[in-house]
């Protein structure tokens, strides 16, 4: 039967620096396994669209410019993504990844949650033809 | 604007669904004659999300993430049932080290989870210092799950059949220095609840709930525990690695505050045990089997031990690769019975305490639940739920 | 003393301005220091001042079933009580601004006024949380008022004064009272964080059950006005502690170390226990710290007779 078991815990924590971490100055290093922005290599991808199923978030679409050539876009929308690594998991073809740098990613605009990964062309040839009516390529919703 | 009077000197206190004390929202009603609670009222369903509903819509794989989301605490409790059911199902067995990864952070989940309440329910006691110390330590676990996972809170570790990571040996022991920091300042802990005065003149003989009276609530997890009843999944019927590595039951016959207190920090103990175990005689082998896609027709309950007591989940399969129907009954659901019948007679200071108490997970308890009496037919229509007839609430 | 000497004395020192921003300092340090003693940061040195702008600067709702003369009326009474009882006490260390033969007494008085406006205001409205924290302030108040007032009586009867500045004068050139009187200084030390509903005895505001307590009803000008009112008291209490039990206040240096020195302690003692039931704070009070002033008074009047 004590009164005051804290008393040495508090006399130390007055001496000592707060626990608190002072994020936006002082950043400590993302441990490797960090799960943030997701990546994508259009050279491995074979469109197999496995990620695409099973993304439990409908983050991420797939639009086939061109199925014999391997000419991929994906479409990435970041507000979506609960960074479950489930994508990952999925590609037989290590073509998709979570970037551990990349995971300050608020915006209050939606534009820069949209992200386009493929090769230049085919972005642009996409962008090009979404911006004429009717031709929009949604694959993945309904 | 006129009180609302229930008698000559009574009145209700409402707490909830907005209220300091309360984290997610819910709403209590406590009959008081001055401080003294005369009768308590629970009402739930202010974050019913119907996911069971939305989980017939979705494949097998995006509901384990869906599942997960039940509750934000214990996420790979939830995530690790409805896999363990869904194996079952498909007649899968997850390879022997993914079940000992599953089960080790399970535990450290559990640690998480208990620390988070300790620090709850001393706030709620007005005791900020213990929510502030147990709060920082907490950060150690936070930071092993994440160095694990890569999150902090929905780990998603499991996937249908087997796990997403492995743990390293440098990881290994990372976790060892924690769980051995931890461990140094659990039994602090342990000190201050079980000696402080204070402390113990607002836990002591509050809320005391005898063995019986927790066997006819159907109280489980830690609260059923501080009454004395036996009652762990992990003991009663182990799943996953709990087999090989068996779980010593923490039981405490005080049955009030003290002892829900007493047993959760032991659980603590018993989990840096279990993970000291785990990580020594980790087996070597795959991380994850091949899962059909259509899991054959069929259903299958699966129970797991949850940091707030036994989490059951129901699964029927069709054939295809959506479930036809998928029942949560959460641990947090069944403990609201020993609020009511042991609120009465204490003082108002007391209630937020004793909700505390239980551990409640609010956003879990948001199902619809219906107590069937003798005679009334098991199936309800639309019209009748509707109608809000049939004894049912939400 | 001339007009305009009053009006200095009223509104700028050490009546009025002086002690709002001492006390809105001694809130900040209090606050500092019990994140301290918590491992945290801890806010900034402006955030009280910062506070009482905002709140200054917000509506102030008047909710129903209120009565308004007293809703306005009892924050504004309440801070002109704890500023008034600042002219009787030696703030800063000088002579206090006005004295007569038992002005302790008035100032204890006029401190309570405070906490009684608090538990009026609360009783005014209809919301539950302000009836029971009403009621729970009003039952603090019997409770550790009378030690509180016993435990101040003691250096009085030492210095057979009933003047604040002549005990004062009495403990500067006699040896400090905490040193004779102990037990007296710990029932002082914590009647006043009674009074000012400090943790472990803020079951009046007690958030986690009754939201804000008396206050709950409170936003804006009249939140800002109390708050200030528990600051004020907060330098106050702190300086009658000092003068009557550490020696006396001789000079502003030896205000600052001595007030701080006690404030030191007091967050230390906010951050060390859990809240108190407000039947326990009572029990408290009425089995232990008034047995406890009544030894130490007795204590006090035997060495009297016997010296």
């Known amino acids: ?142 | 604007m006129e009180i609302k009077k229930v008698d000559e000197g009574k009145f209700v206190v409402p707490i909830g669904p907005q209220h300091p004390a309360l984290k997610e929202p819910g709403h209590f009603e406590f009959t008081v004659d001055g401080e003294i609670v005369m009768d308590a009222k629970v009402r739930l369903g202010f974050v019913h999300r119907g996911i069971e509903k939305m989980a017939e819509q979705r494949t097998y794989t995006r509901d384990l993430y869906l599942m997960e989301r039940v509750c934000g605490i214990c996420s790979h409790v939830h995530g690790t049932a409805f896999t363990l059911g869904v194996e079952k199902l498909a007649g899968v067995t997850a390879p022997p080290r993914a079940q000992a990864i599953r089960v080790i952070i399970a535990e450290l989940e559990r640690i998480h989870s208990h620390l988070l309440w300790l620090g709850v329910a001393a706030h709620e006691g007005g005791f900020d210092t213990l929510f502030m110390y147990s709060w920082r330590d907490r950060e150690t676990v936070m930071d092993l799950l994440e160095l694990l996972s890569g999150n902090r809170v929905h780990y998603s570790a499991n996937v249908l059949g087997g796990v997403k990571f492995d743990i390293n040996p440098v990881q290994t022991d990372q976790i060892r220095r924690g769980v051995d920091y931890l461990e140094e300042r659990t039994q602090f802990y342990q000190k201050v609840v079980t000696t402080d005065n204070t402390f113990l003149g607002r836990t002591r003989g509050v809320g005391y709930m005898s063995r019986e009276q927790a066997e006819l609530q159907g109280a489980v997890g830690p609260t059923a525990r501080a009454s004395g009843v036996t009652r762990d999944v992990r003991v009663d019927a182990p799943y996953s690695f709990y087999p090989q590595t068996p779980v010593q039951i923490v039981l405490d016959d005080g049955g009030d505050l003290t002892a829900r207190f007493i047993v959760r920090i032991k659980e603590l103990f018993e989990a840096y045990r279990l993970v000291r175990l785990l990580l020594d005689n980790l087996p070597e082998g795959e991380l994850a089997t091949r899962m059909p896609r259509r899991i054959p027709a069929g259903e299958v309950i699966s129970r797991v031990e949850a940091p707030r007591g036994e989490l059951m989940y129901f699964i029927r399969s069709n054939g295809t690769d959506m479930p036809e129907r998928v029942k949560i009954r959460t641990p947090s659901l069944c403990n609201w019975g020993t609020i009511t019948s042991t609120a009465v007679g204490l003082k108002l200071a007391d209630m937020p305490m004793l909700l505390a108490g239980i551990d409640p997970c609010f956003s879990c308890n948001d199902r619809m639940i219906r107590v069937r009496r003798a005679g009334e037919p098991g199936v309800m229509t639309w019209d009748q739920i509707k109608a809000g007839k049939g004894g049912w609430s939400v | 003393m001339s007009a305009a000497q009053a009006w200095l004395t009223l509104l700028v020192f050490p009546g009025g301005f002086f002690l709002l921003a001492t006390g809105l300092l001694y809130e900040f340090i209090d606050r500092k220091l019990v994140a301290r003693y918590q491992n945290r940061v801890g806010p900034r040195w402006f955030q009280p001042l910062a506070d009482v702008v905002k709140l200054l600067a917000k509506e102030e709702i008047i909710p129903t079933g209120v009565e308004k003369t007293l809703f306005i009326g009892l924050p504004i009474v309440g801070l002109a009580g704890a500023l008034t009882a600042a002219l009787y006490v030696p703030i800063a260390g000088l002579p206090p601004a006005f004295s007569f033969r038992g002005d302790l007494i008035v100032t204890l008085y006029l401190l309570s006024l405070m906490t009684l406006c608090l538990g009026l205001s609360g009783a005014n409205t209809v919301n539950r949380f302000s009836i029971i924290g009403a009621t729970r302030t009003l039952t603090q108040l019997f409770s550790y008022e009378a030690p509180f007032l016993l435990a101040l009586l003691g250096p009085a009867l030492s210095a057979d004064s009933w003047q604040i500045g002549q005990i004062n004068d009495y403990a500067i050139n006699n040896l400090w009272m905490i040193v004779t009187q102990p037990i007296g200084f710990l029932v002082a030390l914590v009647g006043l964080m009674g009074k000012l509903e400090l943790p472990p005895f803020d079951a009046p505001e007690a958030e986690t059950e009754i939201v804000s307590g008396a206050l709950t009803e409170y936003s804006g000008r009249g939140l800002a006005l109390f708050r200030l009112g528990k600051d004020v008291e907060l330098v106050i209490g702190l300086t009658l502690i000092s003068a009557l039990y550490l020696g006396g206040l001789a000079n502003p240096l030896e205000f600052l170390l001595k007030t701080l020195c006690v404030l030191l302690v007091m967050a230390g003692l906010q951050s060390l226990f859990a809240r108190l039931r407000i039947d326990q704070t009572v029990g408290l009070w009425w089995r232990i710290g008034a047995l406890l002033a009544l030894l130490q008074l007795l204590a006090i009047t035997i060495g009297k007779v016997l010296l």
């Open chain 1, 1 to 142: 039967m004590t009164i005051g078991t804290f008393f040495g815990e508090l006399v130390k924590s007055l001496f000592k620096r707060p626990a608190t971490e002072r994020y936006p100055y002082d950043r400590k290093p993302t441990p490797e396994r960090l799960r943030g922005k997701l990546h994508y290599d259009p050279e491995k991808c074979s469109g197999c669209q496995m990620c695409i199923r099973d993304c439990p978030s409908q983050a991420i679409e797939l639009v086939t410019i061109d199925k014999e050539n391997k000419r991929f876009v994906m479409i990435y929308h970041m507000n979506r993504c609960t960074f479950c690594d489930q994508c990952v998991q999925s590609c037989r073809f290590n073509c998709l990844d979570l970037s551990s740098e990349e995971w300050e990613l608020a915006s209050l605009q939606e534009e820069p949650l949209t992200i386009y990964y493929g090769r230049d062309e085919d972005v642009q040839f996409l962008l090009e033809n979404q911006a004429e009516p009717g031709t929009e390529a949604h694959p993945c919703e309904e």
